[in-house]
């Protein structure tokens, strides 16, 4: 009977709130979540991807070309939430056919956009992860 009440940690989307993005870019674990639909713009990439999450965030993405899909800098394995990504679309996939390492799980940061709410994880590539960094 007291283990009824200790079913916290049973489901993250439970744990989230209903319009809760929540994304975790690895390897560095770090977390950071916000309300779908109401993350600010900062300029690079499509508005809400994982990219404009980053730069929100102060997380170190490299986006040479400034989110414009014309280099592969911003290249990013997903993890866990592909399904709540907008679908690739062909410039991206022509972009991604000239990234190193590519993967099924590849998209390109400043194209895949957050399109429901729940649970993302992604990898920064080690090639592409220069630094991370908190606060500047
Ligand atoms: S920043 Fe250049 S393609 Fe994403």
């Given at each position: 009977m007291a283990d009824e009440k200790n079913q916290s940690s049973v489901s993250t989307a439970e744990a989230l709130g209903a319009n809760t993005v929540r994304i975790t870019f690895q390897p560095e674990n770090i977390t950071v979540e916000y309300e779908h639909g109401k993350l600010p713009y900062k300029d690079h990439g499509r508005p809400e991807s994982i990219l404009d999450i980053a730069l929100n965030n102060n997380l170190f993405l490299d986006h040479a070309c400034g989110g414009n899909c014309a280099c592969t800098t911003c290249h990013v394995h997903v993890l866990k939430g592909k399904e709540l990504l907008n679908e690739i679309e062909d410039d991206e996939a022509d972009r991604l056919d000239m990234a190193a390492d590519l993967q099924l799980n590849s998209r390109l940061g400043c194209q895949?956009?957050?399109?429901?709410p729940g649970e993302v994880v992604v990898s920064i590539p080690a090639w592409n992860r220069n630094y991370v960094s908190e606060g500047h």
């Open positions: 895949a956009v957050i399109e429901k």
